[in-house]
């Protein structure tokens, strides 16, 4: 289809297209978008999730045994946290890609597909018969994909990769040293998840070009390379500096108790500091020559951290953010995530959503933030959930998807059995 937008944002401008053309575009930016999703774990089909959220068709191509992340973390029945994550929305295929009729079927499902996302090591999607360069001289619009963990070719391009490996590899780790510089794993999976975000940027970036020109792209990137985009300002101040500096650049600026709870407080300037003195009623710390200036107070952080820990474990948690707000001070409840769905202004922009999963239950989903409109929430697909509707929808005629059924190429999956 994004071939077929090309011709008609060329032939008719936008305000003279059909009242039911227009009305399909506003169901969301991607709106007959046809994605074929072959990756698995987390930066692929997050990417994917992205564009099913913006309008388009996603179909997730798994083979027998399922996407691997299906079988990792937090796991109820045949799915686990980070597939129904990662997938919510997309329809289901299982393929058997072992099977020549199989590869051959992979590559059929390739040639109806507008976007193809694939996250397997180097060479390994050629083999199946979907490289680029197996696709592109019969696709000339397609955008193609390829994500790994540090490239296409190079010394590591055939190294394993995941999300600790990289973020010791890249530098993330360093980056989250604590004080006594000894190197901490951030607690989310933040390689591939920003590895998935600069995917789908530069995905939509190829589009765009293909919209204008009509041409495909190869969009390929790594997760090595997004984590050091990622940290592009701590890489510069290091190049800068010389050295890393562990902690706090500011003080006081720290996590402390309160009498029944933990408060981020902070103060970045010394105006910052000024509202914290009076909403603290410390002139004391205000007019002493020692805390004029931020140099100073991080010369006696140990100090002013202490006084201020006293302090705020006398009272309440609500206590002091009503004194914090009243002078605008920077500052932040610690919340878990049953403290972040209360959170009123969670409420007032419904940043939870509710995903039904069967065979899981209802769900709390943080949808992709900066829509003009939200697609209703739909459930991941069981492996190969979808098979026959997806292959029927795509044109293949029901003796062909028996053939391959027959044949094991195909599985049409049991959403019954799951959803017991």
């Known amino acids: 289809m994004g071939r077929v937008y090309h011709r008609l944002i060329d032939v008719f401008p936008l305000d003279a297209m059909d009242s039911a053309v227009a009305a399909d575009m506003n169901d969301g930016p991607f709106s007959g978008l046809r994605v074929l999703d072959i990756s698995q774990g987390i930066a692929g089909p997050y990417c994917g999730q992205m564009l099913w959220q913006q309008g388009a068709e996603v179909v997730k191509v798994e083979p027998p045994a399922g996407d691997w ?80 963990g540090y490239g296409e070719d190079g010394p590591y391009a055939s190294a394993p990769a995941s999300d600790s490996v990289m973020q010791a590899d890249s530098g993330l780790m360093y980056a989250n040293q604590d004080e006594a510089g000894v190197p901490r794993r951030i607690g989310v999976l933040m390689a591939d998840i920003a590895t998935a975000l600069y995917a789908a940027q530069a995905t939509m970036a190829a589009l765009y070009r293909q919209a204008r020109t009509g041409l495909g792209s190869h969009v390929q990137l790594s997760l090595f390379q997004a984590c050091a985009a990622l940290q592009v300002n701590d890489i510069l101040a290091y190049g800068m500096a010389g050295a890393r500096r562990a902690g706090p650049v500011s003080a006081p600026n720290g996590v402390f108790d309160t009498a029944d709870g933990r408060l981020s407080v902070l103060a970045l300037n010394n105006d910052q500091f000024a509202r914290l003195c009076r909403a603290l009623e410390r002139p004391e710390w205000l007019l002493d020559p020692a805390y004029a200036d931020n140099a100073g107070r991080m010369a006696r952080r140990e100090t002013l951290h202490r006084e201020l820990a006293a302090q705020l474990a006398t009272r309440t948690s609500c206590h002091w953010i009503e004194r914090l707000s ?8 610690v919340r878990g995530y049953d403290e972040l769905a209360a959170h009123p202004q969670a409420q007032h922009v419904d940043l939870l959503q509710t995903l039904a999963q069967p065979g899981v239950g209802a769900l709390p989903y943080a949808a992709l933030p900066g829509l003009a409109q939200r697609r209703p929430l739909a459930a991941a697909p069981a492996i190969g959930q979808h098979t026959r509707d997806v292959l029927r929808d795509w044109g293949w005629t029901a003796s062909d998807i028996q053939a391959l059924l027959a044949a094991g190429a195909l599985v049409q999956g049991n959403v019954q059995a799951e959803a017991a």
């Open 69 to 148: 992340g299906r079988h990792v973390g937090t796991v109820a029945g045949a799915h686990s946290a980070l597939s129904v994550a990662y997938n919510a929305g997309k329809r289901g295929v299982c393929l058997d890609a072992r099977h020549p009729a199989g590869r051959e079927a992979l590559r059929r499902l390739a040639d109806g597909a507008d976007v193809l996302i694939q996250n397997f090591r180097p060479g390994v999607a050629a083999r199946m018969g979907v490289g680029y360069q197996d696709l592109a001289p019969h696709a000339p619009g397609l955008v193609y994909v390829s994500i790994s």
């Open 326 to 333: 009243r002078e605008d001070v920077l500052h932040a409840r």
